[in-house]
């Protein structure tokens, strides 16, 4: 069967989009000679130069308004130019489901979700427009920060999109290229004490650091306030205490927790509230579908329920 991989690129309008694309067509994988077809959905002030481009067998269309992006406009497309592959740079202002919803051709299948950010301006549209940010990276493989100085709190901006998309590969680059530098921020707690104190401010900050540092949480012992979750997949011992954090908006509340073995397992019930200290170990487990913290509690006691019940995003 025929198989048209689509790249999908997402952001807000001069974002980097158009750039990231010139840049990408014009590397030896998108030279092959295979038909490349760019749905544009939304012009900045970069361009494209489509004389050179249709020379390498790439085509463009345009689309300027949200209700043409349907199944009709992309069978047009289709047998217009039969590609061997889309790239579509989406409109940052149109709503996502129109590309999540959309019924394609036969055959045309996502191949990459890639969402670029302008670093720069990424505070002030988390603060005002986090509705519109999440759902670019809900489901991104790649999100590019571009526009990066070293004095921007880049590790505040992963852990922020992070809480909602934990799989993603976050990309920081600054006018010399990418920045690797910029994890290395201060923790709110003492990394080196003999029992991490996480208050209900770090939670979020531990509870993402410790998926990507392992190296840093292997062995320690922890101490914090949890939200008993329990399921029937879940072993015996096991349950997850974590928190209900609300990445985005009142309608967007997760709950963050990692595995946890424990003795009392079976006498606690969901949505109990546990005062808990636990040492944490990195192990393959099936609720993980592979390596990840498995805290191993060392002294569990009932707690009272606290104000503050559902977390936001540091």
């Known amino acids: 069967m025929r198989r048209v991989p689509i790249y999908f690129i997402n952001g807000f309008l001069e974002s980097g989009k158009t750039q990231f694309l010139n840049y990408t067509l014009n590397q030896s994988y998108f030279l092959d000679g295979s038909k490349t077809l760019v749905i544009v959905c939304e012009e900045g002030?970069?361009?494209?130069?489509?004389?050179?481009?249709?020379?390498?067998?790439i085509v463009m269309e345009y689309l300027d308004e949200e209700s043409d992006f349907n199944s009709e406009t992309f069978t047009a497309f289709d047998k217009k130019h039969k590609p061997e592959r889309v790239i579509i740079e989406f409109n940052g202002m149109w709503n996502i489901n129109s590309y999540m919803n959309a019924k394609f051709p036969a055959g045309w299948k996502q191949e990459q979700w890639i969402t670029t950010i302008d670093a720069s301006t990424f505070e002030n549209y988390l603060n005002n427009m986090k509705s519109l940010i999440i759902p670019m990276v809900s489901g991104a493989e790649m999100v590019i920060f571009n526009r990066c100085t070293?004095?921007?709190?880049?590790?505040?901006?992963?852990?922020?999109?992070k809480a909602t998309n934990r799989n993603a590969d976050y990309i920081f680059e600054g006018e010399d290229g990418e920045i690797n530098s910029v994890f290395e921020e201060d923790l709110p707690y003492d990394i080196n004490a003999d029992v991490l104190e996480i208050t209900e401010d770090a939670y979020m900050i531990f509870f993402i650091d410790a998926m990507d540092r392992p190296d840093r949480y292997e062995g320690k012992t922890i101490h914090y306030l949890g939200h008993v979750l329990k399921d029937p997949?879940?072993?015996?011992?096991?349950?997850?205490?974590?928190?209900?954090?609300?990445?985005?908006?009142?309608?967007?509340?997760?709950?963050?927790?990692?595995?946890?073995?424990?003795?009392?397992?079976?006498?606690?019930?969901?949505?109990?509230?546990?005062?808990?200290?636990?040492?944490?170990?990195?192990?393959?487990?099936?609720?993980?579908?592979?390596v990840g913290p498995v805290l191993y509690a060392k002294e569990i006691k009932p707690a009272k329920k606290p104000k503050q019940v559902v977390l936001g995003m540091n």
Do not use: H
């Not at 970069?46 to 390498?56: A, P, Q, R, S, V």
């Not at 974590?242 to 006498?267: I, L, S």
């Open 150 to 161: 070293e004095d921007m709190p880049l590790e505040k901006y992963r852990r922020a999109l």
């Open 45 to 57: 002030i970069e361009e494209y130069d489509e004389k050179d481009l249709n020379e390498k067998n």
């Open 233 to 290: 997949s879940f072993p015996k011992d096991v349950i997850s205490p974590g928190r209900q954090v609300m990445t985005c908006c009142a309608d967007d509340v997760q709950f963050a927790g990692y595995v946890c073995k424990t003795d009392m397992a079976p006498t606690l019930n969901n949505s109990d509230w546990i005062d808990i200290t636990a040492t944490i170990k990195y192990e393959n487990s099936g609720l993980y579908n592979g």
